[in-house]
């Protein structure tokens, strides 16, 4: 996250035009969907805790490696790695939160994204603050330092409760990459519910500053407000989801939860681009309104699904894990590629109508996916 503000001098290094440093940035997806087409598989073996080690270790890394590089070729070979580590951590981490789930019998998941959401904005808020005075290196190269060395203490402290690889015997079958590939199966129903949920999170973190700079001519400063206020209402929203949720079910919480959102969503974002025109404040006004309010809506649908996708498959939490977030890295892909096309096409405000149709429609697949998988 703290590389986000310091990428022009990334790509001042690099010395590329825009186009070809958007497609280098781009890589690291490659790298982090080879990860969720085996990593699951390795986590399930090798188990959680040296899965962590290893990723860990290669991210940082390859973190430190990336700011200096000035080569695009290795540039490209680095952050594929980067992306392989990061998604490879993602796994073991996640596979580890539903085991504790599961051993708990309460909903931390969504607590956990709401910290790590808190971590995320902080940490992007304060490598904003101070991008304009301190060098690209003494600024990455001593967070992950000090990142890391934490990482490694939490690992190790942890290590006596970390999910243990299962010990490989004459008798088990010897799970190959080909093994690996062709046992892949999608849960049409957990895979496009995860993705209603979480587009418009995606596309608010891809548009939402654009979108105020382009529509209300708001100052840069200010054109930060709504992505933030949304970011502030989701971690709000994952923190308090267990004392909210009481004994209701999560569908009986989530359904109504998802259509305030959306509806919120749609209803600000087009009453704000009519007023906008008579009164610009009071737009703009209804337009962070319609954000915050969205952000309480969306907060902790996502992380829920990784419970569906694990409850409703026949095979470790890792694995669930990481097929979910193959689909995901996909079918993400194409929509915000469709979400550009219809930016360039009509206008942005049009565009960003999908994704807030799209997560009314999870109070649906939030019901199907609850029930068990068939077959």
């Known amino acids: 996250m703290c590389l986000a503000p310091r990428l022009p001098d990334i790509k001042a290094n ?58 695009a070729p290795i540039y490209l070979v680095v952050n594929v790695l ?37 971590g995320a904005v902080t940490t992007a808020f304060i490598a904003l603050l101070i991008s304009s005075f301190v060098s690209l290196n003494w600024h990455i190269l001593t967070l992950i330092s000090l990142v890391y060395l934490l990482t490694l203490r939490s690992i190790k402290a942890s290590k006596a409760y970390l999910l243990q690889g299962h010990e490989v015997t004459e008798d088990d079958e010897v799970i190959t990459f ?22 418009l999170e995606v596309s608010i973190g891809d548009w939402a500053t654009i979108m105020a700079r382009q529509e209300f001519g708001v100052s840069k400063s200010i ?61 703009y006004t209804i337009f962070c309104l319609g954000f915050l309010l969205t952000g309480f809506g969306i907060s902790f649908v996502g992380p829920l699904f990784f419970g569906y996708a694990s409850a409703r498959s026949n095979k470790p939490g890792g694995v669930a894990v990481a097929e979910l977030g193959a689909m995901n890295q996909v079918l993400t892909f194409i929509c915000r590629g469709v979400i550009s096309l219809v930016a360039g096409a009509a206008t942005l405000p049009i565009a960003m109508a999908i994704p807030g149709l799209m997560l009314i429609l999870v109070a649906f697949f939030v019901s199907a996916a609850s029930q068990p998988k068939r077959g």
């Open 223 to 283: 054109a930060v407000t709504p992505y933030f206020l949304f970011m502030g209402a989701m971690i709000i929203g994952r923190l308090t989801y267990s004392r909210i949720k009481g004994n209701r079910s999560d569908k009986e919480l989530v359904q109504p939860f998802v259509v305030m959102g959306g509806t919120v969503f749609l209803t600000c974002l087009a009453l704000s681009m009519q007023i906008k025109e008579s009164n610009l404040v009071l737009g």
């Open 178 to 199: 080909k093994k690996m590939i062709t046992s892949f199966q999608i849960d049409w129903v957990v895979s496009l519910g995860f993705l209603c949920a979480l587009l």
């Open 14 to 71: 690099l010395d590329v035009s825009t186009s070809y440093f958007g497609f280098l940035m781009s890589t690291g997806s490659i790298g982090a969907l080879s990860a969720q087409l085996v990593m699951g598989h390795i986590v399930h073996r090798l188990g959680v805790y040296r899965v962590m080690i290893y990723s860990s270790t290669l991210t940082y890394l390859t973190l430190g490696i990336l700011i200096e590089l000035k080569s």
């Open 82 to 118: 980067c992306g392989f580590a990061w998604a490879s951590y993602h796994i073991a981490i996640n596979a580890q939160a539903l085991h504790r789930q599961h051993e708990s019998g309460k909903q931390i998941i969504p607590m956990l994204h709401g910290l790590w959401s808190a």
